[in-house]
């Protein structure tokens, strides 16, 4: 059999590959000759996503609780992977595979695209949130929800790497004493002892740190700290200001910022709160989340007050941070 000139072309090709990082192709095409054929339930790994879920109660409507938890974790970390591109200006790979590290200058094209992908992520999120909202019995979750204690939903490191990665840390702090941290050269450490959310994980009772919180801390503060000590420098923000001043002004960049502000800080949050009235509000005493969280204070937008991208709003949408969501969607006005 003759080879075509195409495959004698692919073949210099992955010789030349493999050259440059002193492999021999002789040995990959053996390789490939012994190799089985790859299949989607091996690539995908499906035996063993479809293993982990463990309910901790018989109640069916658990398994749903599970899977979106875990379905949302996989869109965080899908989150990451574009904020970390964008942190070190995108990667650039060769057409022959050969990675040779980050770029130099962010593009503003890729920035819009990155964010535009992040927004697409937490788009997908929040619309598929009636899975929760309506897609359990609200007997069956207020059973359940016992056997879970003291986990929540608080507790994912992964929707707090996405805040840290997106702003500058002053932007995060409780903003009752945001003000005191404004114009000083503070510390990642002295900022994150008032970073927003320990606030919000207090027993209602004393104002104590719940277990939820404690634990927590133990497992991820260091991890945190020296995350925002990585993007202190290179958060989105920051990549935002280190544009040209005629790329800083591109439409479509401050649509998609504003837009994922919009996403992390209004919706998300509010599509918690929903659910959270729908299974927690009672007419006389609501109900403590499953972690002691003060949920009526802390997930409406309109007390935390936090924004990433200050300077691109005016001072009255700030002044209604998340009020808009609140009418539509909780009063249907």
Known sequence: MELSKEIIEKIVQLDDKYKTIGQSLESYLDGLL???PTTYWDYVNVDTLLSLQHPKTD???????IIYHQITELYFKLTLHELEQLANNGRNVLSNGQDMGWKDKLEVNLFIERVERVNRYFEALTKSFDIMVT?????????FRMALLPASGFQSAQYRLI????????????????????????????????????KGATELATGNKTLTLKMFEKKYAERFINFAKEYEHKNIW???????????????????LKFLDVNVNINWPLVHYKSAVRYLQQETEDVAATGGTNWQKYLPPRFQKRIFYPELWTEQEKEEWGRAWVNREVFGK
């Open 135 to 143: 897609g359990m019995e609200k007997e069956q979750f207020l059973r």
């Open 59 to 65: 109640f069916p409507d658990e398994l749903i609780f």
């Open 238 to 256: 920051k990549k935002y200001k280190s544009l040209s001043e005629e790329d800083q002004k591109n439409p479509k960049l401050i649509e998609a």
């Open 34 to 36: 012994t190799a089985n």
């Open 163 to 198: 805040e840290m990665a997106s702003t500058d840390m002053i932007n995060l702090i409780d903003k009752d004493v945001r003000s005191k941290f404004a114009g000083k050269n503070a510390s990642i450490e002295e900022m994150f002892e008032h970073i927003y959310w320990k």
